[in-house]
């Protein structure tokens, strides 16, 4: 059984040496940083599968943190914020982290969420590496996403998704027309009971707006208000 690597970065010594106890209860192996240029430095020197950040940090934040880290790694992330705000939710989610966790939180809450993403992770890791003899390619339109290769096209431009974005744009575009509920969404792409579904509404607008000529008079991703989303037909 693979051992996972998990990095803590937060400047509260007490609540990263408490996160850091729980986390080797459940054998995985831990880093820790108190700032994200300490975690920065972490991630380089060591193979990590996921980092839970603290958003308030000195020196580096873990926004500032979050948004590096995404240029060149893909592991999930998983933020933490001391405030149950929306907009530290939006920027979070908006940056590149794949889920967040409002303080205080019960240390079951954390590993449920760290448990769930290092499942989608490696489900997605060994579907990227594992290469089929038959493509599986959607084209909608000037939009093209291949399940195979694990890439999105838009007018022939390459376009980046994180791993929780390519799943649910995979999904919408399997069935085009069809409406699935953020609840539905949620269930099919983190497989398991829905538990936080306004972190679609976030996934989606990020998928707009990386996918759509005009994100405000989408042409692909449409809401279907108090219902839920779909893919278009294209004519």
Do not use: C
Not at 11 to 28: A, P, T, V, W
Not at 79 to 91: G, N, Q, R, Y
Not at 156 to 183: C, H, N, W
Request: aromatic share 8%; no cysteine.
């Amino acid at each position: 059984m693979e051992q996972y690597n998990i990095l803590i970065v937060e400047d509260d010594k007490e609540i990263r040496d408490g996160i850091e106890i729980f986390l080797k209860s459940q054998n995985y192996q831990v880093y820790k940083a108190a700032d994200g240029i300490e975690g920065l430095k972490v991630i380089e020197e060591n193979e990590i599968h996921l980092a839970i950040v603290d958003i308030m940090m000195p020196r580096m934040d873990g926004v500032t943190m979050t948004m590096k880290l995404r240029e060149k790694y893909e592991f999930p992330v998983i933020m933490l914020s001391a405030k149950s705000e929306e907009t530290d939710k939006v920027i979070g989610l908006n940056i590149g982290a794949d889920d967040y966790v409002t303080k205080p939180f019960t240390p079951l809450e954390l590993m449920a969420r760290v448990n769930s993403q290092l499942r989608r992770y490696t489900k997605f890791s060994n579907q990227n590496s594992t290469q089929q003899p038959n493509d599986r390619i959607y084209v909608i339109g000037g939009l093209e996403l291949n399940e195979d290769t694990v890439e999105v096209f838009v007018d022939g431009r390459q376009v980046k998704m994180t791993p929780i974005e390519f799943k649910i744009l995979a999904l919408l575009m399997r069935s085009p027309g069809r409406v699935y509920s953020a609840d539905e969404i949620y269930e099919r792409v983190w497989n398991e009971k829905a538990i936080n579904t306004d972190t679609i509404m976030v996934h989606v607008r990020n998928i707009r707006d990386k996918i759509e000529i005009n994100p405000k008079e989408p042409k692909y991703l449409k809401v279907v208000w108090g219902v839920g989303y779909k893919i278009e037909k294209q004519p």
